[in-house]
């Protein structure tokens, strides 16, 4: 079974937007300030975080509440709810955002200096 069973919609886009923002924001910062400068420093990984939640946020805000159509029943033409959420792991897009930033702080720790 595939990871994708559990998404609905668009939701497979999370870990696509997450991955893509940071290897974009890696190579822009390593292209303008030297090889390994994003791998070496806190701020470019903090910041490729903060454009992906952002992109996340829009994306998901758009899917589940602008673009998301009702559902209409056909004999009387009345409108009888809404589509499915765009979801990932049963979380609608939007809240991955606020994941990305609970998690992004934590990116940069070096955990084995922590635990040995």
Same mark, same amino acid.
């Given at each position: 079974?595939?990871?994708?069973?559990?998404?609905?919609?668009?939701?497979? *886009?999370?870990?696509?937007?997450? @991955?893509?923002?940071?290897?974009?924001?890696?190579?822009? &910062? $390593?292209?303008?300030? =030297? !090889?390994?400068?994003?791998?070496?420093?806190?701020?470019?990984?903090?910041?490729?975080?903060?454009?992906?939640?952002?992109? *996340?946020?829009?994306?998901?805000? @758009?899917?589940?509440?602008?673009?998301?159509?009702?559902? &209409? $029943?056909?004999?009387? =033409? !009345?409108?009888?709810?809404?589509?499915?959420?765009?979801?990932?792991?049963?979380?609608?897009?939007?809240?991955?955002?606020?994941?990305?930033?609970?998690?992004?702080?934590?990116?940069?720790?070096?955990?084995?200096?922590?635990?040995?």
């Amino acid at each position: 079974m595939s990871w994708l069973a559990f998404s609905t919609g668009f939701g497979w *886009l999370v870990p696509v937007v997450l @991955y893509a923002t940071l290897r974009v924001c890696q190579f822009s &910062v $390593d292209t303008i300030h =030297g !090889e390994g400068f994003y791998a070496a420093t806190e701020w470019p990984q903090s910041l490729a975080t903060f454009v992906s939640a952002f992109l *996340l946020g829009t994306l998901g805000y @758009y899917l589940n509440h602008v673009k998301r159509r009702d559902l &209409v $029943d056909e004999e009387t =033409g !009345e409108v009888v709810g809404k589509a499915l959420p765009h979801t990932l792991l049963f979380i609608p897009v939007e809240i991955w955002a606020a994941i990305a930033l609970m998690s992004g702080p934590m990116a940069p720790i070096d955990w084995r200096q922590l635990f040995l």
